[in-house]
């Protein structure tokens, strides 16, 4: 039996999961799926519900805000390490898909690996925001409440936040 | 005591399935059984050579008469969009086991990455199933 289209549509998404960090376009994934890039935007939105735009760039504020979990690195560093340039943009975007700015964000988050060994794989999965549009959509940054993490306090102090 | 003996993946081509989890992944076939009087069922199974009790079985999508065209359309579908279950394999050589899979042809989705419980890969076989492959710190819980 052939593949379904749906597998070539994959190999774009899994295109922005590996390769976030690399100046990927939507012509890159669409490469990845041997399809035209207007006709690809359209298909990969019918098959994931949304835009391989939207799914790179979430993809991409899903690793920063991991990054912004676990390591002390700067905002600046983050942006470029997960393939952005601007970081007035970056800024921009985070605030909009986690509902505060970056650094308010890392303050807020200690990193989950403190009370959950998840895999990698389904941190990513679970962590990616939710695309949010306009300023005014209501913030709802994951997809699922990890809950308070219960060594929160040692986790802030041995970062150094504010408590 | 309950083991887990074999589990299964679906398959849009056994062939295909074989060639890639045999040649590619270096796994070893466990069970190559066609049944006529099954329709042509065919229970193919492939494992680990390290771990001779536990195996995967390979499975193609049935289609109709076994499930209805429309839900055979929706497996596919899911198959394809690479939702239909992942699989987790350890390795005490990470670094030896993912450069010999890389020279036989298997495709990594992104770099190996060092997490909090060890270093962690991922590909996918020619179906679209999720494969994780890690080498697991010793004091990991599992």
Same mark, same amino acid.
Not at chain 1, 30 to 46: C, I, K, N, V
């Given at each position: 039996?052939?593949?379904?289209?749906?597998?070539?549509?994959?190999?774009?998404?899994?295109?922005?999961?590996?390769?976030?960090?690399?100046?990927?376009?939507?012509?890159?994934?669409?490469?990845?799926?041997?399809?035209?890039?207007?006709?690809?935007?359209?298909?990969?939105?019918?098959?994931?519900?949304?835009?391989?735009?939207?799914?790179?760039?979430?993809?991409?504020?899903?690793?920063?805000?991991?990054?912004?979990?676990?390591?002390?690195?700067?905002?600046?560093?983050?942006?470029?390490?997960?393939?952005?340039?601007?970081?007035?943009?970056?800024?921009?975007?985070?605030?909009?898909?986690?509902?505060?700015?970056?650094?308010?964000?890392?303050?807020?988050?200690?990193?989950?690996?403190?009370?959950?060994?998840?895999?990698?794989?389904?941190?990513?999965?679970?962590?990616?925001?939710?695309?949010?549009?306009?300023?005014?959509?209501?913030?709802?940054?994951?997809?699922?409440?990890?809950?308070?993490?219960?060594?929160?306090?040692?986790?802030?102090?041995?970062?150094?936040?504010?408590? | 005591?309950?083991?887990?003996?074999?589990?299964?993946?679906?398959?849009?081509?056994?062939?295909?399935?074989?060639?890639?989890?045999?040649?590619?992944?270096?796994?070893?076939?466990?069970?190559?059984?066609?049944?006529?009087? !099954?329709?042509?069922?065919?229970?193919?199974? @492939? *494992?680990? =050579?390290? #771990?001779?009790?536990?195996? &995967?079985?390979?499975?193609?999508?049935?289609?109709?008469?076994?499930?209805?065209?429309?839900?055979?359309?929706?497996?596919?579908?899911?198959?394809?969009?690479?939702?239909?279950?992942?699989?987790?394999?350890?390795?005490?050589?990470?670094?030896?086991?993912?450069?010999? !899979?890389?020279?036989?042809?298997?495709?990594? @989705? *992104?770099? =190996?990455? #060092?997490?909090?419980?060890? &270093?962690?890969?991922?590909f996918r076989d020619p179906s679209g199933n999720n494969v994780r492959m890690a080498n697991l710190n010793a004091d990991f819980g599992r």
């Amino acid at each position: 039996m052939p593949v379904p289209p749906s597998r070539h549509l994959l190999r774009a998404k899994d295109l922005a999961d590996g390769r976030y960090a690399d100046p990927l376009t939507v012509a890159d994934l669409a490469a990845a799926a041997r399809l035209s890039p207007a006709h690809f935007s359209r298909e990969f939105r019918r098959a994931f519900g949304e835009s391989p735009h939207q799914y790179l760039l979430t993809r991409r504020l899903e690793r920063a805000a991991s990054l912004l979990r676990s390591t002390d690195w700067s905002v600046a560093r983050i942006c470029v390490s997960v393939g952005l340039s601007s970081v007035g943009s970056f800024t921009v975007s985070f605030g909009r898909m986690f509902g505060m700015p970056p650094t308010a964000y890392r303050a807020a988050h200690p990193p989950a690996a403190e009370v959950a060994r998840v895999p990698a794989c389904v941190v990513r999965v679970y962590t990616r925001p939710q695309v949010r549009t306009f300023r005014e959509d209501a913030a709802r940054p994951f997809a699922v409440d990890w809950g308070e993490p219960t060594t929160r306090g040692t986790t802030r102090e041995r970062r150094g936040a504010p408590a | 005591m309950i083991s887990i003996a074999t589990t299964q993946l679906w398959v849009h081509d056994q062939d295909e399935a074989l060639k890639y989890w045999t040649e590619k992944v270096g796994f070893e076939v466990r069970s190559d059984v066609t049944v006529p009087e !099954m329709g042509s069922f065919r229970w193919l199974a @492939v *494992g680990p =050579p390290g #771990q001779p009790d536990v195996a &995967i079985a390979l499975m193609a999508i049935p289609g109709p008469p076994m499930i209805d065209a429309a839900t055979d359309d929706q497996l596919r579908d899911l198959v394809g969009k690479g939702l239909a279950g992942t699989v987790f394999l350890t390795t005490d050589d990470f670094w030896e086991s993912y450069t010999a !899979m890389k020279d036989r042809g298997v495709e990594f @989705v *992104g770099e =190996p990455e #060092q997490q909090m419980y060890g &270093i962690d890969v991922g590909f996918r076989d020619p179906s679209g199933n999720n494969v994780r492959m890690a080498n697991l710190n010793a004091d990991f819980g599992r």
